[in-house]
């Protein structure tokens, strides 16, 4: 594997980050000497940040324990363990937020002694959101033709500062059939491990039309182990498809009333879902505003 690596994409505003599995697109707003040094700052602390995961990935791969947090030794690491443990009744690994803390991780270094507008750091699909008073983020959401708009607006007073995206189609395993759950939360570690629970709530147990395979069969160290993930899901009668999303979204609904997520949009088979926040069905009415993809 390549060590890490760092370029700006051809439009000169955003710069990539990459190692192994982790695949990072910033954009930071503000004074340019101010976004210079954030961006030096994020590629610093990129260094190490995998290299540091691995070292403590056989743990991270265990299950959380509501009332045994574990005490780890990279911040990332923590960040997992923190956005899992108020989900930890039921079965979740800190692998569930990997991707959100990272987000998150590499954003407090962007951010750090730094003075800027704006900024995202977006880890494939699951982001960390700065918004300085006043500011607002454009996001484009999967799912789209469900009925819902594909771009909404975060503001900074709406407390937003995480979006993920989860659901079988993506590049995480997923235990039920949502064809996309995006989740708004205060972070991007706490967004990510909800997602991943409500995609997972999105389903039909035991119907035919689903083709399922343990998870260790397809990666042999997978957190799920025997677990079986979705890897085809087959056509579904209306009815289907309605009691498969009011399953994850009593889900949702429940993290909501928690407080533990801001709102989630939840799309399966040409139907959708919303709770919470009615920004998730506010059209962007603005197309030159700078846009997160979620």
């Known amino acids: 594997m390549d060590g890490p690596q760092a370029h700006w994409l051809q439009d000169g505003k955003r710069l990539h980050l990459n190692h192994g599995p982790i695949d990072l697109i910033i954009e930071a707003f503000g004074e340019a000497q101010e ?31 509501f009332l045994a947090p574990r005490a780890f030794d990279s911040p990332t690491a923590r960040r997992m363990e923190a956005a899992v443990m108020p989900l930890a009744e039921c079965f979740i690994t ?49 799912g789209t033709g469900n009925g819902v708009a594909d771009r909404i607006t975060i503001r900074a007073e709406d407390g937003v500062r995480g979006v993920a995206t989860s659901g079988w189609r993506g590049r995480s395993f997923s235990l039920g059939i949502a064809d996309a759950v995006t ?67 009593a889900v949702a609904e429940d993290f909501r009333r928690r407080g533990l997520i801001a709102g989630s949009a939840l799309f399966l088979g040409g139907e959708a879902r919303i709770s919470g926040s009615v920004a998730l069905a506010a059209p962007n009415k603005n197309p030159r505003e700078e846009v997160a993809h979620a």
Do not use: W
């Not at 991707?99 to 507008?117: T, W, Y």
């Not at 494939?124 to 959101?129: H, M, P, R």
């Not at 260790?216 to 009815?239: K, N, W």
């Open 35 to 65: 976004c210079r040094l954030a961006y030096e700052q994020a590629v610093s602390r990129f260094q190490t940040i995998l290299i540091e995961l691995v070292r403590e990935l056989p743990e991270l791969r265990l299950p959380a324990f």
């Open 94 to 142: 800190p692998m569930a937020a990997v991707a959100g803390s990272v987000a998150d991780e590499i954003l407090a270094a962007l951010l750090a002694d730094r003075k800027l507008e704006r900024a995202y750091v977006n880890n494939g699909g699951d982001s960390a959101l700065h918004l300085g008073k006043g500011r607002s983020i454009g996001l484009a959401v999967a």
């Open 183 to 249: 989740v708004l939360a205060r972070t991007g570690a706490e967004a990510d491990a909800a997602a991943t629970l409500i995609a997972n709530a999105v389903d039909l147990p035991g119907n035919p039309a689903i083709k399922r395979i343990p998870a260790r069969e397809l990666s042999p160290d997978s957190d799920l182990g025997a677990r079986l993930v979705t890897q085809g899901v087959g056509t579904l009668a209306p009815g289907e498809v309605a009691r498969a999303l009011d399953n994850g979204l």
